[in-house]
């Protein structure tokens, strides 16, 4: 039987990726931050070209080593959030179900968990609701009578 192997070269190539992906979640700004989809994009290519190029259990446990530590950073994210919490009826959100999404939504995970980590911890300010998914901010219904 083979050893189950992790390829060095395309996981810096997919460390890169997620960090374009990690920068570019921190900030506020619209335009600045929409060039994360990027590095989302480059990550699922990456997984395509690593399926062409590697054996394709070399690309599978590269891949799925990447899911496992965004579970992991996730589950972290939420214990962090939980210890935090004052509220008298707080409830764990940390499961494994954060592992078995991490292999499919890993890209999207990571820069998230990181982004949710500094925003609990107070390095980045809390990200204000946009106008229109405010309760206040609904549309008057008209008169339909």
């Known amino acids: 039987m083979g ?3 992790f390829d060095k070269q395309h996981g810096v190539y997919l460390l890169v990726a997620v960090g ?3 920068m570019f979640s ?7 931050r929409g060039l994360r989809n ?11 070209v690593m399926c062409v190029r590697l054996r394709f259990v070399s ?18 994210y939420e214990l962090v959030a939980f210890a935090r919490n004052k509220a008298a ?15 499919l939504a890993w890209p999207i995970m990571i820069p998230e968990s990181i982004e949710y980590l500094l925003a609990e911890l107070g390095v980045l300010p809390a990200t204000p609701l946009p106008e229109a998914a405010k309760p206040d901010a609904l549309p008057a219904q008209a008169d339909t009578k």
Do not use: E, M, R
């Open 38 to 48: 990027l590095g989302i994009l480059a990550c699922y290519i990456l997984a395509v």
């Open 59 to 76: 690309a599978l446990v590269t891949w799925c080593a990447f899911g496992i530590a965004a579970g992991a950073l996730y589950n972290l």
């Open 26 to 32: 921190l900030t506020n700004k619209q335009p600045i």
């Open 20 to 22: 374009w992906t990690t």
């Open 3 to 5: 050893s189950l192997s």
């Open 89 to 103: 009826d707080k409830k764990l959100g940390a499961s494994f179900a954060n592992f078995i999404h991490g292999p």
